[in-house]
């Protein structure tokens, strides 16, 4: 069982920053996807960013250029690095990781963009 632990949300301006993290128990992180999600009000979630094994990585397009998804095996931890933000970013954010097709999920943190 995988155990995935969010963190770095909370309240930012518009054009600020923020660093989302995630961290997994087990030993299988390494051998993993790692993606991330993010969930507005009444919208449906949305795929933000894909970190395959292979360090392919992908953006959804409203992020692209702003958005950095990175990891650190020795770690066991995902990142999601936030620049330029706008009030259109705000959302619950989740952690995903997939490994042997099974996918594992945080319990999500809040990102709010507003001045």
């Known amino acids: 069982q995988v155990q995935l632990v969010e963190s770095g949300g909370g309240l930012v301006q518009p054009g600020g920053s923020q660093r989302l993290s995630c961290a997994a128990s087990?030993?299988?992180?390494?051998?993993?996807?790692v993606r991330w999600y993010r969930q507005a009000p009444g919208k449906q979630r949305e795929l933000v960013a894909t970190?395959?094994?292979?360090?392919?990585?992908s953006y959804a397009d409203s992020v692209k250029g702003r958005f950095t998804i990175s990891r650190d095996n020795a770690k066991s931890t995902g990142y999601l690095e936030m620049d330029s933000l706008k009030t259109e970013d705000t959302a619950v954010y989740y952690c995903?990781?997939?490994?042997?097709?099974?996918?594992?999920w945080g319990q999500g943190t809040q990102v709010t963009v507003s001045s």
């Open positions: 995903n990781v997939v490994f042997e097709g099974r996918e594992y």
């Open positions: 087990g030993s299988i992180f390494r051998f993993a996807a």
């Open positions: 970190l395959p094994t292979d360090f392919r990585v």
